[in-house]
Nanobody, 122 residues
Framework: VQLQASGGGLVQAGGSLRLSCAAS????????MGWFRQAPGKERAFVAA????????NYADSVKGRFTISRDNAKNTVYLEMNNLKIEDMAVYYC????????????????RGQGTLVTVSS
């Protein structure tokens, strides 16, 4: 199983980025998908999760109203649209997959991918 995150980069505060996570080696439509992030010197934190068919989403309070998680099961891909980015959003972003949960606990996700770095400048 591979979860390949992409789309990170350098953006000014107030700007937008769209992250993608392409999954392979699993039946994507069976898995809840989550996004997490880890800033320098901080623990990994929950960002957002989406259920198997995209009908239900959950967000960390810090990103509600600014970030949108979505998925395209035909493309085996989950997205994170990030708007009005703030300095505190700067982190490495990871995607993860779980059949059983949409938990904010990263350790509960069966499969976890490599991260993509988001840098926000002032």
């Amino acid at each position: 199983v591979q979860l390949q995150a992409s789309g990170g980069g350098l953006v000014q505060a107030g700007g937008s980025l769209r992250l993608s996570c392409a999954a392979s080696g699993l039946t994507f439509s069976l898995y809840n998908m989550g996004w997490f992030r880890q800033a320098p010197g901080k623990e990994r934190a929950f960002v957002a999760a989406v259920n198997q068919n995209g009908s239900f989403t959950n967000y960390a309070d810090s990103v509600k109203g600014r970030f949108t998680i979505s998925r395209d099961n035909a493309k085996n891909t989950v997205y994170l649209e990030m708007n009005n980015l703030k300095i505190e959003d700067m982190a490495v972003y990871y995607c993860a997959a779980s059949i059983t949960t949409m938990s904010p606990n990263y350790e509960r996700y069966r499969f976890r991918g490599q991260g993509t770095l988001v840098t926000v400048s002032s």
